[in-house]
């Protein structure tokens, strides 16, 4: 069998690219394929780095704005939207930039259509061409989904894309969802000045982290004045000229609220459908979602899945691992490692930040899996006292022999910085004496680790 190349990857957002970055340095014949009318992928333009650039201005505004309790007159601080989206999208037009003189380096070929299977080593591109390729990847993503609730699908809802390019500052808006990208984002048009409803169908937001973690972010929400409705269930949704009215139930009782506009922010699914998997003979779930082995490789075994397309997190640097291992593995490297999900990093960038790294209790409970945790409040710690962050704790999860770390859960001020604290010494197997033998400069917001760390200790001297 004859093919034009050794390894093509469909998909140049962080799978793809990365994938065909590595397999590019092991000496395959590579080609990237990607349909985007811009490249650089959904981290790049409309994911990670816009969100988190506008929620890092809306920060400093918050910041301004409680200058009084600092002892600081900053009387008018107010947002420029107009100036804030020329600086963000010159910032996320010089990241896209880089990206795309990666792509066109000449390591690989870069292949610029849309692609879909025809047998299980051939595919058809949008231009009119055919590829065959001995190996192939597929990270094609994911995009917004529309669940099936009356009117949601004829509402004109904004997407996260359209909340990430806002050239106005809206008067009000009805945030439907309660997950990672609701949570950033409502956050961000609250303090922008928006009035906010979050209409969440969990009975808390935040759904896959505890509810403790989730409850201090809640609490901040409603402090600042987004009006929070959580266990809902969406029933209609109707659009005139002048807004969006959702009705839902909640407590029992049938609830309407009415907003300027509507965000669609009730998650992503895999975005898979187009490329007709089933002729390469590629398994999926109902989802949508592409089935994997522990290497990446589909029921087709040279075929390989890797970021949002096949899971388990739509997690950027679990795209890249992925996608990376992959590469690896279709090139023949020897002694490979799987993606190792009991380290699974986690960051949400709200304010409170909530951010976790490994096994934590949920999980230990339902696994019947014994451990030892403790806490500590930032509310009761000098330096997040002094930055009056006062939102939020450090918890640890320790194994009850030798004080292996589990886990970690916090919630604070820089959380999502905080918690690398953790990464290496969780990749090393580290105990909680070990991260106690290590240095902790006074007065930081990452020594309040120690606490729980020493609680832990304590609770093992004392079996
Ligand atoms: C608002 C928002 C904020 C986020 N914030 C974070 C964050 O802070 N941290 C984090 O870790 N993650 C975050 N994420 C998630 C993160 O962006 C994704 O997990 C990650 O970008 C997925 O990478 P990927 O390579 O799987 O897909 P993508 O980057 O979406 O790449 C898929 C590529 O495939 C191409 N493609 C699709 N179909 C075809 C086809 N048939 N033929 C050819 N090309 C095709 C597309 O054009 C695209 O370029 C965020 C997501 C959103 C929406």
């Known amino acids: 069998m004859k093919f034009d190349y050794d390894f093509l990857a469909i998909g140049g957002g962080s799978a793809g690219f990365n994938a065909a970055r590595v397999a590019a340095g092991l000496g395959l014949k590579i080609a990237v394929v990607d349909g985007a009318r811009e490249l650089g992928g959904l981290c790049i333009l409309r994911g990670c780095m816009p969100s988190k650039t506008w929620l890092y201005m809306t920060e400093v505004l918050h910041l301004a704005r409680k200058a009084k309790t600092f002892g600081l007159r900053i009387p008018s601080a107010r947002p420029d939207i107009r100036a804030m989206l020329a600086r963000k999208r010159k910032i996320i037009g010089e990241f896209a930039a880089y990206r795309l003189q990666a792509l066109t380096a000449g390591k690989f070929d870069l292949l610029r259509a849309h692609a879909r299977f025809v047998d299980a080593h051939t595919v058809a591109l949008s231009d009119g061409r055919t590829v065959r390729a001995r190996h192939i990847l597929v990270g094609t993503g994911s995009k917004v989904s529309v669940p099936a609730v009356p009117g949601l699908a004829e509402a004109g809802a904004w997407t996260s894309d359209d909340v990430l390019d806002l050239d106005f500052i809206p008067r009000s808006v009805i945030v439907l969802g309660g997950g990672i990208v609701a949570c950033e984002l409502s956050q961000f048009l609250r303090r922008l000045g928006a ?53 839902f139930v909640h407590d029992g009782k049938v609830v309407r609220r009415r907003a300027d506009h509507l965000f669609n922010a009730l998650g992503r699914e895999p975005h898979t459908a187009p490329l007709q998997l089933a002729a390469a003979g590629v398994r999926t779930r109902p989802n949508g979602r592409i089935v994997t082995n522990r290497w990446q490789q589909t029921s087709a075994p040279h075929i390989y899945a890797a970021g949002d397309c096949s899971g388990p997190a739509e997690i950027v640097h679990i795209a890249i691992q992925q996608g990376e291992l992959a590469a690896r593995h279709a090139a023949g490297v020897p002694k490979l490692k799987p993606v190792d999900y009991s380290l699974l990093l986690n960051v949400v960038f709200t304010d409170p930040q909530l951010a976790t790294i490994g096994r934590l209790e949920r999980d230990l409970t339902a696994a019947g899996t014994p451990f ?92």
């Open 372 to 463: 030892l945790a403790a806490s500590y409040p930032f509310n009761d710690h000098g330096k997040s006292i002094l930055m009056d962050a006062n939102y939020g704790y450090v918890k640890v999860i320790a194994e009850p022999r030798r004080g292996r770390i589990l886990g970690a859960e916090i919630v604070g001020h820089d959380a999502g910085e905080l918690i690398h604290a953790f990464s290496g010494p969780l990749a090393m197997k580290a105990t909680v004496r070990d991260l106690l033998r290590a240095p902790w400069y006074h007065p930081t917001l990452a020594e309040i680790i120690t606490y729980p760390l020493e609680e832990i200790a304590d609770q093992l001297d004392a079996r």
């Open 195 to 247: 009035r906010v409803i979050l209409v969440q169908r969990s009975a808390n937001i935040l759904r896959d982290h505890s509810p403790d973690a989730s409850t201090v972010v809640q609490q901040a929400f409603v402090d600042e004045g987004i009006e929070l409705f959580a266990g809902t269930q969406l029933r209609q949704i109707t659009r005139d000229r002048r807004g969006a009215t959702v009705e």
